[in-house]
């Protein structure tokens, strides 16, 4: 059936809603599905209210929807345009952080919001296979892409075997460089696991994304060429600009 005779039915009527919020949520899908990625611009008004079956009052409550949510920017002359790119965000065993992005041409950076040593919570020292309450390293960024929000990072080390590791941080040396400097040379991932959830409205605030848009979670173990843990990770990323890649070939 046709989306205009679905919205405008029986059907659509009882469902409780309203047909600009279906139009919005058929967008949306598309965008993310990127059938618009080759230009980043969408329909104009004319064309979309005639193929939504509706009229212009209807579909600008649609397309207000969309640019609250940050999902378009309307530019006056111009047209509706895609705010946010979907990136390909790859989960590997060897899964880097600026080598995903700068394979798609994006610049990569990072924020460093906290860096201390505490009390390894629950999860990080179960997966770090460190002892109750064992000290760790808490490091939490915020994962940039052409300086725009994407992930908000928090990862954990065990504190015994790279002590300094914050000061080396904030000094500005790379993730990467500091590893080698305690003598890990390579590291893989073991595990990521997938799942979603809503931001706080902190976690929002840093992202710059409204509080009822879900995030993409991936919780990360990485070890060193033994197999021994070097970091328990827990990444929140915008569900909007960011979708998971695994690599079916390289098993995690």
């Given at each position: 059936m046709p989306f205009s005779q679905l919205a405008q039915g029986t059907a659509g009527r009882r469902s409780g809603v309203a047909v600009w919020r279906k139009i919005a949520d058929s967008l949306t899908t598309e965008i993310r599905d990127r059938v618009y990625a080759e230009?980043?611009?969408?329909?104009?008004?004319?064309?979309?209210?005639?193929?939504?079956?509706v009229n212009r009052h209807t579909l600008r409550q649609a397309v207000a929807a969309l640019q609250t949510d940050g999902i378009v920017r309307v530019e006056p002359g111009r047209g509706m345009f895609v705010q946010h790119e979907l990136l390909d965000y790859a989960l590997s065993r060897r899964t880097r952080f600026s080598e995903n992005l700068r394979?798609?041409?994006?610049?990569?950076?990072?924020?460093?919001l906290?860096?201390?040593?505490?009390?390894?919570?629950p999860r990080?020292?179960?997966?770090?296979?460190?002892?109750?309450?064992?000290?760790?390293?808490?490091?939490?960024?915020?994962?940039?892409?052409?300086?725009?929000?994407?992930?908000l990072a928090?990862?954990?080390?065990?504190?015994?075997?790279?002590?300094?590791?914050q000061k080396m941080l904030?000094?500005?040396t790379h993730t990467t460089e500091i590893l080698k400097h305690f003598g890990v040379q390579?590291?893989?991932?073991?595990?990521?696991?997938?799942?979603?959830?809503?931001?706080s409205d902190?976690?929002?605030?840093?992202?710059?994304?409204?509080?009822?848009?879900?995030?993409?979670?991936?919780?990360?173990?990485?070890?060193?060429?033994?197999?021994?843990?070097?970091?328990?990770?827990?990444?929140?990323?915008?569900?909007?600009?960011?979708?998971?890649v695994v690599d079916a070939e390289s098993a995690l």
């Open positions: 230009t980043g611009r969408l329909p104009g008004e004319v064309e979309l209210s005639a193929r939504f079956g394979r798609q041409g994006l610049l990569p950076s990072k924020q460093l906290a860096a201390h040593e505490m009390p390894a919570p990080a020292a179960i997966e770090l296979k460190l002892d109750k309450g064992a000290a760790v390293l808490m490091v939490e960024t915020l994962d940039e892409a052409n300086d725009s929000p994407i992930g928090t990862a954990y080390y065990p504190a015994l075997r790279f002590s300094g590791l904030s000094q500005g390579d590291y893989v991932r073991t595990m990521s696991r997938i799942t979603t959830q809503m931001p902190e976690t929002a605030r840093l992202l710059k994304q409204p509080t009822n848009r879900p995030l993409l979670c991936v919780e990360s173990v990485d070890v060193d060429m033994e197999g021994v843990p070097i970091k328990y990770g827990e990444t929140v990323f915008c569900g909007d600009r960011v979708q998971l």
